[in-house]
């Protein structure tokens, strides 16, 4: 990556000569202004990593655009540079922000000493910045376990949208998560450091949810014996998650509706409307439009939410993570409820594959820290986990021959099609790791070869961007 400087000076023979000098020099792009204001448009419109920077300049000086570049540029290197030196300008400068002070007339080599000390300043804190970010990201999606191609469009979207403060729908049915979405969202945003509010708008009454919301004034109805502050009041600088927002009455659809268009609220029994700065996110697992069909819900508050939509898909789309996510939560259960590590049967991990999972993720979940509990040993079986019972009420989702045939020819067929899915799907969840994946199945490495070599399955394939997965 080259790096860009920023050259600013008043003097357009002294930036032709820079710019002539340094890029061969440094090897790096040098841009050029003739004024600050000039400097300044530059930075808000393409990426530099140093500005070297005169004092001396007519209309805004150094100081001046100093001054603007730390306070909306807080990371960049600046170098000052003069004709006209004194102790008192630089210990100023440096107060100010900047990074190092040279002076006029220069000596080409010692400028360049200079200049590559700050382009080294600027590498770490862009190498900081970015280790920054990923372990923000980590932290943000630690709970939201997931390699499969939909959940990476997922976790995609949500890095494009955190950053911005624009409303945020989420659907998807009960148990795929997201409440923690909304909350990776929100940790991922510059709001992060704020209050990330979160209310199940159908566990609260109607008559309830609305002085929950908006607040209330002393004497506003029988109970209200002092003031109340609302959740947006609450979230404000920060983020309202509104959960399951598809249940909630018409007449509180329409009052946040008039919130979203004038970002003020109205407590009860106040007379006067209160400014909010809030980031809001909703989720639902109903399917708005038909209920704007039957006028249950307001066709335009649904366009003000649905302004950047995400959808969670279940778990029976996402197969290939179950195979994190039984780890996963095998590991969070164990700690939590103080039980030494556990693992589950190669049974009971191909009835996972197999299972319908109409509750998703939060289903698994709840199996996971039962068989936690129940299980004796370190295994976990099919029968410490209530689902030996259920079995025959569920359907079987092996696909079956396509004709009859003689029945040892119809098995031999029905399990060729479910090994060939299954290692597809575990190889693609661990790239084509196979002591990864034989740990994830329950099998002993060699075994796990075994298989593979039976059906034909090479794990090479997996490794790396497989299209296939």
Not at 121 to 148: D, Y
Not at 208 to 232: C, D, M, P, W
Not at 422 to 434: E, P, R
Request: aromatic share 6%; proline share 4%; hydrophobic share 40%.
């Amino acid at each position: 990556m080259v790096d860009t400087l920023l050259i600013v000076d008043d003097e357009e023979d002294m930036v032709r000569l820079f710019k002539r000098t340094l890029e061969p020099a440094l090897g790096c792009e040098v841009r050029t202004a003739l004024s600050g204001q000039k400097a300044l448009d530059i930075l808000e419109k393409d990426p530099i990593d140093l500005v070297l920077l005169d004092v001396k300049m007519p209309g805004m000086d150094g100081l001046e655009v100093l001054e603007r570049i730390h306070r909306d540029h807080p990371w960049l290197t600046v170098v000052m540079m003069t004709a006209h030196g004194t102790i008192e300008l630089a210990v100023q400068a440096i107060k100010m922000g900047a990074y190092d002070f040279t002076t006029k007339p220069f000596e080409h080599d010692a400028l360049v000493w200079h200049i590559t000390k700050a382009l080294e300043r600027s590498r770490l804190l862009r190498e900081n910045m970015v280790l920054q970010l990923r372990v923000l990201q980590t932290q943000a999606f630690r709970n939201i376990v997931g390699k499969s191609q939909k959940m990476q469009r997922v976790f995609e979207a949500v890095q494009m949208v955190a950053k911005t403060d624009v409303t945020v729908l989420i659907t998807g049915e009960s148990g795929t998560g997201k409440d923690l979405l909304a909350r990776a969202i929100h940790d991922l945003s510059d709001r992060q450091g704020e209050q990330f509010v979160a209310v199940n708008c159908p566990a609260v009454p109607e008559n309830i949810l609305e002085s929950e919301l908006f607040g209330y004034r002393k004497g506003a109805f029988t109970h209200a014996v002092q003031n109340k502050i609302g959740l947006f009041q609450e979230a404000h600088r920060g983020t309202l998650f509104l959960d399951e927002i598809g249940d909630i009455s018409t007449t509180i659809q329409t009052k946040l509706l008039r919130v979203l268009q004038t970002k003020e609220i109205k407590p009860l029994g106040d007379t006067k409307s209160i400014h909010v700065d809030v980031r809001l996110i909703a989720s639902t697992n109903r399917n708005l439009p038909e209920k704007i069909k039957t006028g249950e819900f307001r066709e335009d508050l649904f366009y003000r939410l649905n302004v950047l939509p995400i959808e969670l898909p279940p778990l029976r789309e996402r197969r290939e993570d179950i195979f994190l996510l039984v780890p996963h939560f095998l590991e969070k259960h164990c700690r939590e409820l103080k039980r030494p590590q556990k693992k589950v049967s190669s049974k009971l991990m191909e009835l996972f594959f197999r299972w319908p999972w109409e509750g998703n993720v939060r289903e698994l979940e709840n199996i996971i820290m039962r068989g936690v509990l129940l299980a004796p040993e370190d295994e976990i079986d099919v029968e410490h986990v209530g689902l030996k019972e259920k079995l025959s009420e569920r359907p079987c989702l092996v696909e079956e021959p396509d004709q009859l045939t003689e029945y040892r020819e119809a098995k031999d067929e029905v399990l060729r099609r479910f090994h060939e899915n299954y290692l597809k799907k575990i190889l693609c969840a661990t790239q084509g790791n196979v002591s990864h994946a034989a740990r994830l199945c329950g099998l002993e490495r060699q075994g796990l070869q075994q298989v593979m070599r039976r059906y034909g399955i090479h794990a090479e394939k997996y490794r790396g961007n497989n299209p296939d997965c």
